[in-house]
């Protein structure tokens, strides 16, 4: 079982809708990230929130949002997507800092923009 | 520019045999490096680090080999067994500079045949 948890596992949305990703972790963790992960590719860093403030944002569309909530709660945003968004979209917590410690990753949410 | 390079896409290995799977990076600040386990619709899990100042570390089955000069890293699981069956990620990080990006291979994906 995963200590990092992500709802829904699946989601299918239209291009016109708007929805949101969770993603909650009880270990403590003071960072935490999404990741986007398109079949047989490694993940991609997409935002890194440390401490509650988003610290690094990879220049990701702004259709996709950010929010931390507090430290154990992070949620994805999502707005007028493209198909070319649908992956696998990862949670991650870390005790300290990406390169420090490592990553905890949820079991994901499959997103599939029609 | 890929800093992280997993060559080899896939490895077949005979169940109790040794797997071993290499990953070779171009930075010379990278000093932190972990290996990841995928298992399809799951989250990548960690399995083992090893920082710049050692060149060996262990955990159970799992070995990771570090050779700084040829800016090489290996994992070896021994003996392999068929639940190894995964896409396996290696990462590094360049961890003095204040917990830099964590950059990811490609992932080779290792079959361990009973």
């Not at chain 1, 993603?23 to 935002?47: D, I, S, T, V």
């Not at chain 2, 399809?40 to 960690?46: K, N």
Request: aromatic letters at 10%; charged letters at 20%.
């Amino acid at each position: 079982d995963t200590e990092v948890t992500q709802t829904p596992k699946h989601l299918v949305m239209g291009m016109t809708n708007k929805k949101s990703l969770k993603c909650e972790q009880h270990m403590g963790h003071r960072a935490m990230y999404w990741y986007k992960q398109k079949a047989k590719k490694p993940p991609e860093l997409m935002f890194v929130y440390s401490y509650e403030k988003l610290s690094i944002n990879e220049s990701v569309p702004s259709r996709f949002s950010p929010e931390c909530p507090n430290s154990s709660l992070l949620n994805l945003h999502l707005h007028a997507l493209q198909p070319e968004d649908s992956a696998l979209y990862l949670c991650a917590s870390s005790q300290e800092g990406q390169g420090i410690s490592p990553l905890h990753f949820g079991n994901g949410t499959r997103l599939t923009v029609t | 520019d890929q800093q992280v390079k997993q060559n080899s896409p896939s490895l077949s290995v005979q169940e109790g045999r040794i797997s071993i799977l290499n990953c070779d990076y171009t930075n010379s600040m990278f000093d932190y490096f972990l290996w990841y386990k995928k298992y399809p619709a799951e989250g990548p899990t960690f399995l083992i680090s090893i920082s710049s100042i050692k060149d060996k570390n262990e955990d159970g089955r799992f070995t990771v080999f570090l050779n700084k000069s040829a800016k090489h890293l290996s994992l070896h699981i021994v003996p392999s067994q068929p639940g190894d069956s995964a896409v396996y990620f290696c990462a590094a990080s360049a961890r003095g500079n204040q917990g830099g990006k964590l950059i990811f291979g490609q992932g080779t994906e290792l079959s361990v045949k009973p």
